[in-house]
């Protein structure tokens, strides 16, 4: 069974850099594409960006020039760093399994969440 537990700081400052792993268990992150969401209060899901099988990545245009997703293969961890955080950047963030990225909200297996508030 696919699992995904996510960790990080809970709250984060202004101006700083928001850093979160997501530790898979029950597959290896070199067989599949992974995409971290987040989820800010009263507002639906926001799709972040994906890490393919292959290394490389995709970032959703809105967020591009601040995020960045990488691996490390001998953890079996997805990461995920949001520079230049805000108090918009508040939010519920997930990571998920993602078999058609780019293909729309085809994720199967998610990690529970961790919350991340930015503030001073």
């Known amino acids: 069974q696919v699992q995904l537990q996510e960790s990080g700081p809970g709250l984060v400052k202004p101006s700083q850099t928001l850093s979160l792993t997501c530790t898979v268990s029950g597959d290896s992150i070199t067989s599949d594409c992974w995409s971290w969401i987040r989820q800010p209060p009263g507002k639906g899901l926001e799709w972040m960006g994906v890490?393919?099988?292959?290394?490389?990545?995709y970032y959703s245009p809105s967020l591009k020039s601040r995020t960045s997703i990488s691996r490390d293969t001998s953890k079996n961890q997805i990461s995920l760093q949001l520079s230049s955080v805000t108090p918009e950047d508040t939010a519920v963030y997930y990571c998920?399994?993602?078999?058609?990225?780019?293909?729309?909200?085809?994720?199967?297996?998610w990690g529970q969440g961790t919350q991340v508030t930015v503030s001073s």
């Open positions: 998920a399994r993602d078999p058609r990225p780019l293909a729309g909200w085809g994720m199967d297996y």
């Open positions: 890490f393919f099988y292959d290394g490389n990545t």
